[in-house]
């Protein structure tokens, strides 16, 4: 299902949204409301901001698959399908007929914290930062769009740190500075799940346009218009634009950030000076906290299916993919079928080599649900003999925020395999299915 905007998707959660009344405060309260809720909980919308009168920040949108699988209007055990066929649908962006995300114009302001509600997450966090903020600009030699999520501080005035480890807009940067001039941004918050999902499809350096990706996505193409101060095209519908420039030969300290690995990290990074913010009446800042299930939903899906899409086309029997929650996408496990071990070492490479923040994965059969991490850890207990198993990787390409790799650029990679032999050892233990049945339905009365 195609939502024109974040608002609509909102609207349509009915009792799957909380709406937070009690006032909480953008400094830590928010981001602990977030970083608190279980897996599975509704998406929250805090309508009384300490400080914003009016203002409304939203989060936990992408908790749990169950709600991103509403999102795309099909049931969690499709949607990875769902996602890799209607990405396969490239559907150009159009330009828009009416520009909402304009309704409201701040050029040239000198802050930005009292325009927005702009969240900090954890206690020794430098200052607030952006966490969903897609950006977007052209790259300076080939005119290729980019579009991806970079944390940025609020450095006091109307700068930002940008953290750019990653192309295509860190290449793009650079192809700027080699000529020495500013590279225009546009940073978009508050988008419907479709488009914020793309932004952060991995797509490598001769990848599809991220524009067309969403409107694969959505099945309805994605509407831009112009910025107003920057050559860069927006998301008509966002909630809130934010335009600029990427200084050329400017870099300074960024951070402490509280990161998705769960470690703070600080970095010296470009800054970007801002040069308008636009939104929409009664616009809501989209939060997201480091950490959570929200970035683990994001990651599991833009990056996980994107590669379990890729190594079924490389090697039979892959059944399924997981980036386990909490590890920034740095770990997977992998459900197979009937493929042999030597073809399952070579699984391994293939996936610790495609995807290249991805520092360890497992493989195991599918009888194990890749998404318990007990039955990860008992087909590593029991099918995996550490010496006959093991694949590592050295020398590969060590990922900045990864603290294991901290001070070199270079790391290494492992793989396990969990699979299980054919004999009468691997008999794994069954209950009758009436049995369970009767268990189940005495479960069901216990939680109601
Ligand atoms: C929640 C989240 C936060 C991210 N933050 C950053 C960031 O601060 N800096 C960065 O370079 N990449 C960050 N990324 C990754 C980029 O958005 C990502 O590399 C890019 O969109 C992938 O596209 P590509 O294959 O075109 O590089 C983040 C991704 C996610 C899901």
């Known amino acids: 299902m195609a939502y024109p905007d974040l608002r609509s998707f909102l609207a349509d959660l009915g009792d799957d949204l909380l709406h937070v009344r009690d006032e909480f405060d953008p400094k830590f309260e928010i981001a602990a409301v977030l970083r608190s809720l279980p897996a599975d909980a509704p998406a929250a919308l805090f309508e009384n901001v300490r400080g914003y009168p009016g203002a409304r920040v939203a989060g936990n949108l992408f908790g749990g698959r169950r709600r991103v699988a509403r999102a795309f209007g099909t049931t969690e055990e499709r949607l990875a399908q769902t996602w890799l066929d209607n990405k396969q649908r490239a559907i150009p962006p159009v330009a828009a007929k009416s520009i909402p995300v304009q309704e409201v114009v701040h050029r040239a302001p000198d802050e930005l914290l009292p325009l927005l509600p702009i969240l900090t997450h954890h206690e020794k966090d430098g200052a607030p930062f952006i966490t969903t903020g897609v950006v977007l600009c052209t790259d300076p030699v080939t005119g290729r769009r980019g579009m991806g999520i970079h944390r940025m501080m609020i450095k006091g005035g109307n700068r930002l740190g940008i953290l750019l480890a990653n192309p295509p807009l860190s290449q793009f940067h650079a192809n700027a500075e080699a000529k020495g001039e500013a590279l225009d941004v546009a940073i978009a918050l508050g988008l419907e799940p479709a488009t914020l999902l793309a932004s952060v499809v991995r797509s490598g350096p001769l990848g599809p346009d991220k524009m067309a990706v969403a409107g694969g996505l ?217 049995a369970l049945a009767k268990a189940q339905a005495l479960l069901a009365t216990l939680r109601n």
């Not at 703070?264 to 997201?288: A, K, Q």
Request: glycine share 10%; aromatic share 6%; charged share 20%.
């Open 218 to 434: 959505r099945g309805d193409p994605v509407e831009l218009a112009r910025a107003l101060t920057v050559n860069v095209e927006v998301p008509a519908r966002a909630e809130i634009v934010i335009e600029g420039r990427i200084l050329p030969g400017v870099r300074e300290p960024e951070g402490p950030f509280g990161e998705n690995t769960g470690y703070y990290f600080s970095n010296v990074s470009p800054v970007v000076e801002v040069t308008s913010v636009t939104h929409r009446d009664n616009f809501i800042y989209p939060g997201l906290c480091p950490w959570s299930g929200d970035v683990d939903t994001l990651l599991s899906l833009a990056a996980g299916t994107e590669l379990l899409g890729q190594l079924q086309t490389m090697v039979a029997g892959v059944v399924d993919l997981d980036l386990t929650g909490g590890t920034a996408g740095f770990s997977a496990a992998i459900a197979v079928r009937n493929c042999p071990r030597h073809e399952v070492r070579r699984l391994v490479m293939l996936a610790l080599n495609l995807d290249k923040r991805l520092k360890t994965v497992t493989v195991v059969d599918d009888d194990v649900n890749i998404r318990d991490p007990r039955e990860v850890a008992w087909a590593m207990a029991t099918r995996y003999l550490p010496e006959r198993d093991t694949v590592i990787i050295g020398g590969a390409e060590g990922y900045v925020i990864d603290p294991s790799s901290a001070g070199s650029s270079v790391g290494s990679k492992a793989g396990f395999v969990a699979t299980r032999g054919a004999g009468p050892e691997f008999d794994r233990v069954t209950l009758p299915a009436a």
